[in-house]
């Protein structure tokens, strides 16, 4: 796990530092890699990949690699019903950065809304409420 954190550091680094590296990082399965990894860490870890989400959505190539990939935008919403403050803050305002970015990411929203709620027979935006 170690080697992870400094690597998602390491990939934050980057990001900030070369806009290219998102281009690369998006198309080679960058995103799904946080998202898996993300999946199966502790709320420290998670906060790390949202914060080199974040950085990926400041770039043109990031955000619409992100629009692409709805796998990430359906993790963001699973973690607004995190019980830790800062995971839920971060990916709250990560959701509304991606539905302000374009109108048409409603749309993507609300279809990974219903991918994560529905499976589990929850209803629609009960993360939300």
């Not at 950065?97 to 629609?124: M, Q, T």
């Amino acid at each position: 796990m170690r080697n992870f954190c400094s690597t998602v550091a390491f990939a934050f680094f980057l990001l900030q530092e070369d806009k290219d590296l998102v281009h690369e990082f998006v198309q080679n399965d960058g995103l799904a890699c946080l998202i898996k990894v993300g999946s199966e860490v502790d709320q420290n870890y998670q906060n790390y990949i949202l914060r080199a989400l974040g950085q990926v959505m400041l770039y043109v190539d990031g955000m619409n690699g992100i629009m692409a990939h709805n796998e990430t935008v359906q993790w963001l919403y699973s973690l607004i019903s995190s019980k830790f403050r800062l995971v839920l803050k971060t990916a709250l305002k990560l959701l509304l950065v991606f539905v302000e970015y374009k109108e048409s990411n409603c749309n993507l929203l609300v279809s990974a809304i219903r991918a994560v709620d529905i499976p589990v027979g929850e209803s629609i935006f009960s993360n939300i409420i």
